[in-house]
């Protein structure tokens, strides 16, 4: 079993960085593939980045590509989102979560096992 708690969201202006980070508790940490999702108020939760259980590959949604950059540190359970040249509609609720390895990538929800509350990223324009 992992546990996940994220931190780093705050207030931005546009243009602006934030880096998020998720600390995961539990031996198997390495064995998992990661990601990012976000969800903004009245949307459906979406894939923004992933990363291999090695942090060898990773994957990232058109809207970030270019902006977010995840990376994984596995002798230190964590798994970050550097965030820059942030805008208005990266506003939501960001969260990460954790897949088995073969679902490397995967933007489906439905393929994560384990999630943590969230933390709120907001942009103002």
């Known amino acids: 079993q992992v546990q996940l708690v994220e931190s780093g969201g705050g207030l931005v202006q546009a243009g602006g960085s934030l880096r998020l980070s998720c600390a995961a508790s539990g031996r198997t940490f390495s064995r998992y593939a990661m990601g990012w999702f976000r969800q903004a108020p009245g949307k459906e939760r979406e894939f923004v980045a992933g990363i291999t259980w090695n942090g060898g590959r990773t994957y990232y949604a058109d809207s970030v590509k270019g902006r977010f950059t995840i990376s994984r540190d596995n002798a230190k359970n964590t798994v970050d989102l550097q965030m820059n040249s942030l805008k208005s509609e990266d506003t939501a609720v960001y969260y990460c979560?954790?897949?088995?390895?073969?679902?490397?990538?995967?933007?489906?929800?439905?393929?994560?096992?384990?999630w943590g509350q969230g933390t709120q990223v907001t942009v103002s324009s």
């Open positions: 979560a954790a897949a088995p390895a073969y679902y490397s990538g995967s933007d489906y929800p439905n393929k994560y096992d384990y």
